[in-house]
DNA sequence: CTGAAAGCGCTTACAG
DNA sequence: CTGAAAGCGCTTACAG
């Protein structure tokens, strides 16, 4: 069935050595005009292509790079899986898919090691530290996309990139206090990653130099259901939240879509919404919603450029963050309304251009 | 740096040959429990796994089965993606990722193909026939996914997954003209693509049966941008369609949001809007759109089901339709107004709960 | 059940 | 520049 025809046999026709033929295919290699002539000649006729496999096997390079995920609903990771293969492929590298899938992890990335890939990428925020060390175990460049190494992992070999997600929550921290918030709420993603952990104490910190705190606080586990489930516990109660800032756009959706269609409230009037990530539904005309920028290309390149530091040896482990910025669109109030924020405070009208309906 | 074990060392720990070792390892290969139990123990003060590549070399089967995917924006596709490579990953397959960029598509399936996949599954309806037809031909089995072969090229090797989107097109047809609809637009995809083709036809047929036909139509090519801006070509002049069927869901949002946010009209009470493939976006809240439902589950399951009697040549080359049904939520108006359809008929209210806001 | 040996398709010193 | 040869790490008849 696999009939694709092998360097012998391109070497038989072309009546030169199997040594010919590899190198005639080796970039660099020293052949002949000639030779390399009659061997493409007679490889046209035959179909062939080099067999990845066995290259690999001699050379000890694969050129394959895992990449390691977990939840697709969130439009962010399809963007990553999208600009990193191409960005990969690019760069002449071949990317092995794998979904985790909380449960069979451990089996899994066992048979992604037999495949000898070259580096691995994890960028899934959900997934298990305990994965993540096996795969540093394994002696193969592991870089960490969009989450930190956890603290007692910190190795040399342990490198991530990410956003400065401390950052980006004190932006949204200041953001919300000028515009005169003070019920406000925090939807939490993972307790555990590294993502809402950065994000949330860079809020909180932001929120106490400005001399204000979190009014109220819920986790949405960076599921879309949870964080419904969770903005209806917020809201709760006679006294609600005027501000909520969701770990991530996902939940700030979510969220959004529970504070207009289920609790009748208007955004921003009522309740001004942020987001993180700038996924491409924020900028959708139904949500407009302010968020932190996550720059993609730049993580993606940064990744690249990692993973051939530590493949070739080149430089000394280190890890890279990437500066954030946010995105005014339309979910956040302009100016305080007195019977919301108990403010009297009235500012200029601010209306976004987008905004009108 | 790449220290992992070679099976000759776990043998020469073990003190058996290097056959006993590649025989622990492989299912049903007859080793004593004597043997067994000296070679795991030596492979596990190793750390030893066996190369797959080595393996595959020589059982000229990689287990790997190439992905390719064009535009991942539309939720589809990474629903595609995660539910595809979570069944093959339980098969024991694995999945090469290649997203396909227009341009250099043709030097990155050649490479696909040196790494000797055993099967690739074409899922994007945007790719070149031209590549699929390289796919084919390289006798590798190519199972096309949500497009159906161009009729010239509908060889024993050429099998596809879709849904009957034929069927689908009908579907919203009649439910458009049930509803009092009588100026119907149409929303298309990619002129060329079968999905596109092959609803509109559905589509077309449906309203002729009924005595209608397409009032207006444009082309969005399966594009977010290129969709608002056909929105806007159809809803131009002084008589406006009162129902539009976008040609998938991606872009029946961005239908929605063009109208409601830049028109000014309401959904669906000035124009009901069906979309097509049922991405989660369509169970939104600000959305809430009436489409048709591709099975994703499905379509997944006889991929793996074709792609398995391919690889095994236990079965004859066939094709998979899977059927589609309407889903109904609040997009589309309960009865028909007055106005807008100049149609006097009065139903009784049928008010999807879901419509409340 | 077990080991020695051939061979999967390649790359790469090594001589010439 | 070129070819013969060794070897990458495995599997699998073949004898025993």
Redesign the pocket.
């Known amino acids: 069935m ?1 009939t ?8 038989r026709l072309a ?9 005639t ?2 970039p660099g ?4 005009d ?3 002539e009659r061997v493409v000649a007679a490889a046209k006729t035959l179909g ?4 990845a ?3 690999s ?4 390079r694969s050129h394959i790079v895992a990449l390691v995920m977990g939840y697709l609903q969130n439009q962010f990771y399809p963007l990553v899986i999208q600009q990193l293969s191409q960005l990969l492929q690019r760069e002449g590298y071949h990317v092995l898919m794998f979904i985790s899938d909380e449960n069979e992890t451990d089996g899994a990335l066992a048979e992604i090691l037999q495949y000898q890939v070259d580096a691995i990428v994890i960028a899934s925020a959900m997934l298990s530290q305990d994965l993540a060390q096996q795969c540093v175990d394994s002696g193969v460049p592991v870089v960490l996309f969009n989450r930190l190494p956890d603290v007692d992992t910190t190795r040399p070999h342990t490198i991530s990139v990410s956003s400065d997600n401390h950052e980006g929550g004190r932006l949204v921290a200041q953001h919300l206090v000028e515009r005169g918030h003070r019920r406000i709420a925090f939807l939490a993603g993972l307790e555990n990653s590294s993502t809402n952990v950065e994000r949330e104490r860079g809020f909180v910190e932001g929120l106490r130099d400005a001399g204000h705190s979190v009014w109220k606080r819920a986790v949405g586990h960076y599921s879309f259901e949870r964080a419904q489930a969770a903005t209806l516990e917020l809201f709760e109660g006679t006294e609600r939240p005027d501000a909520l800032f969701a770990a991530n756009d996902h939940m700030a959706i979510a969220a959004m879509d529970v504070l207009r269609h289920q609790l009748g409230l208007r955004v921003p009037q009522d309740v001004s919404v942020v987001g993180f990530d700038d996924v491409p539904q924020a900028a959708w005309g139904s949500y407009q919603l302010t968020t932190v920028v996550q720059d993609v290309p730049a993580m993606v390149e940064a990744t690249v450029t990692l993973l051939k530091e530590r493949m070739d040896n080149t430089a000394p482990a280190r890890s890279i963050v990437i500066g954030c910025r946010l995105m005014e669109r339309g979910s956040v109030r302009a100016a305080p309304s007195a019977s919301s924020a108990r403010a009297s405070v009235r500012r200029k009208a601010n209306v976004s251009p987008a905004t009108r309906s």
């Open positions: 696999r694709s025809a092998t360097a012998q046999e391109v070497a009546r030169v050595s199997q040594s010919a033929v590899s190198r295919f080796t290699a020293s052949v002949s000639a030779t390399r062939y292509r080099p067999n496999l066995a290259r096997l001699i050379t000890r």
